[in-house]
C-alpha cells in the first residue's frame, strides 16, 4: 500500500534530466498513454510521477542520446 502523486506537466523529460542532476534517484521515463512518464520517490516513500504528452511511440523509453 502507498501513495502515488501524478502531475501533468510542460516538460517531464526536462525536470527527470533536472532531477538527476542533482543527484535524486528517478527512474528512466517511458511512454504510457502518449504521455512521457518521469517517476520517483520522495523520502517518505511517496511515489512522484510528472507526465508530458508526446509524439513518441508507445512505450519508447528515454535515453540520454535523445537529450
Known amino acids: 500500500?502507498?501513495?502515488?502523486?501524478?502531475?501533468?506537466?510542460?516538460?517531464?523529460?526536462?525536470?527527470?534530466?533536472?532531477?538527476?542532476?542533482?543527484?535524486?534517484?528517478?527512474?528512466?521515463p517511458f511512454v504510457g498513454n502518449r504521455m512521457w512518464v518521469a517517476s520517483m520517490s520522495d523520502p517518505d516513500g511517496y511515489k512522484i510521477h510528472f507526465e508530458s504528452h508526446t509524439d513518441a511511440p508507445e512505450e519508447s523509453e528515454y535515453s540520454e542520446q535523445e537529450a
Open 1 to 28: 500500500m502507498g501513495v502515488s502523486i501524478y502531475f501533468i506537466c510542460e516538460d517531464a523529460l526536462a525536470i527527470y534530466r533536472e532531477s538527476i542532476r542533482r543527484g535524486i534517484k528517478a527512474k528512466r
